[in-house]
């Protein structure tokens, strides 16, 4: 990963709130599912936060959510899990965000790797990690494409985001 980033657990505080409210614009939520809803306030970033501690709770303290941190920018992304159940509890969904105006800098393919080697070393019971990108989203999908992920086929009208289907 670039010298000024690193991923944090700790930088998911009540501090960072501020931080994130910036980095939560629009068109980062237009590729976002939405749990994150738009517009963003302090309060959704603190309940993402608490629900992020809740979550680390129950993986037995090892966090499925972690915060991109710029050393000069503080917090610019987040990337995380989320744990399937039932039928699907060896398949996790990975997810990230990141602040517009680090876009296309070479970011997230560096995060997404070091984050990936992440889940498979923290959850030994993973056999799959899936991602879902927006066929607008190309960026995205060639991220994922980069680490080996493979299209398994395309939704159509399986979201509805921003008044339309995605």
Same mark, same amino acid.
């Given at each position: 990963?670039p010298?000024? @980033?690193? @991923? +944090?657990?700790? +930088?998911?505080?009540v $501090?960072? =709130?501020? =931080? /994130? /409210? $910036?980095?939560?614009h629009?068109?980062?939520w237009?590729? =976002?599912s939405d ?7 302090e309060?959704?970033? #603190?309940?993402?936060i608490?629900q992020?501690?809740r979550? *680390?709770q129950q993986?037995? %303290?090892v966090p499925s959510q /972690? ?6 920018? %503080?917090?610019i992304?987040?990337?995380?899990v989320?744990?399937? *159940?039932? #039928?699907?509890r060896? *398949?996790?969904?990975i997810? &990230?965000w990141?602040?517009e105006?680090?876009?296309?800098k070479?970011i997230m393919?560096?995060?997404?790797g070091v984050? $990936?080697? &992440?889940?498979w070393?923290k959850?030994?019971?993973t ?5 879902? #990108?927006y066929?607008y ?5 060639k991220? /994922? @494409?980069?680490? %080996?992920?493979k299209?398994? %086929?395309? $939704? #159509? !009208?399986?979201?509805?985001k +921003?008044? !339309?289907?995605?």
């Open positions: 990963m010298d000024p @980033l690193h @991923l +944090s657990q700790h +930088s998911f505080s $501090l960072h =709130c501020w =931080c /994130l /409210l $910036l980095c939560l629009r068109a980062v237009t590729n =976002c749990r994150f809803p738009h517009p963003y306030t309060a959704d970033a #603190v309940q993402w608490q992020c501690l979550g *680390t993986t037995v %303290g /972690l915060a991109v941190v710029h050393q000069d920018a %503080g917090v992304g987040g990337i995380g989320f744990h399937r *159940t039932d #039928v699907q060896f *398949t996790k969904e997810g &990230y990141l602040a105006n680090f876009w296309g070479g393919p560096e995060v997404v984050f $990936l080697q &992440y889940v070393a959850f030994p019971e056999a799959r990690i899936e991602g879902n #990108v066929d989203n190309e960026r995205s999908a991220v /994922l @494409l980069k680490h %080996g992920f299209p398994e %086929g395309r $939704l #159509v !009208k399986a979201a509805f +921003s008044g !339309k289907f995605a």
